[in-house]
Nanobody, 127 residues
Framework: QVQLVESGGGLVQAGGSLRLSCTAS????????MGWFRQAPGKERVFVTT????????GSADSVKGQFTISRDNAKNTKYLQMNSLKPEHSAVYYC????????????????????WGRGTQVTVSS
């Protein structure tokens, strides 16, 4: 059973940056595509960005392209979300997720495709 733990959230001013981390225990992340989702109060959980098992392919929501970057270090069982030029509308709980796959280059953008989820980390961007 893979357990995911997010860290790195917090309060930041608009225009600032944060780097979220997601570390896995209970198993290796090397056979999982990874994703980040976020959920603002009163809203549905939405896709942010994803990365393939190999790390060679990534996909992002249009709203964060050019601002957010996902990466992973399989040796450390950790993935990252670098968020730059943050805006108040980016405020949400950010969730790490892992989706099992047999394909090194596949990434996944739908929440229903993910097998494991972290508990989330709060990101608050002040104006």
């Amino acid at each position: 059973q893979v357990q995911l733990v997010e860290s790195g959230g917090g309060l930041v001013q608009a225009g600032g940056s944060l780097r979220l981390s997601c570390t896995a225990s209970g198993g290796t992340l090397s056979r999982y595509a990874m994703g980040w989702f976020r959920q603002a109060p009163g809203k549905e959980r939405v896709f942010v960005t994803t990365i393939s098992w190999s790390g060679g392919n990534t996909g992002s929501a249009d709203s964060v392209k050019g601002q957010f970057t996902i990466s992973r270090d399989n040796a450390k069982n950790t993935k990252y979300l670098q968020m730059n030029s943050l805006k108040p509308e980016h405020s949400a709980v950010y969730y790490c997720a892992a989706a099992s796959t047999n394909f090194t280059s596949v990434y996944k953008t739908q929440a229903r495709e993910y097998d494991y989820w972290g508990r989330g980390t709060q990101v608050t961007v002040s104006s």
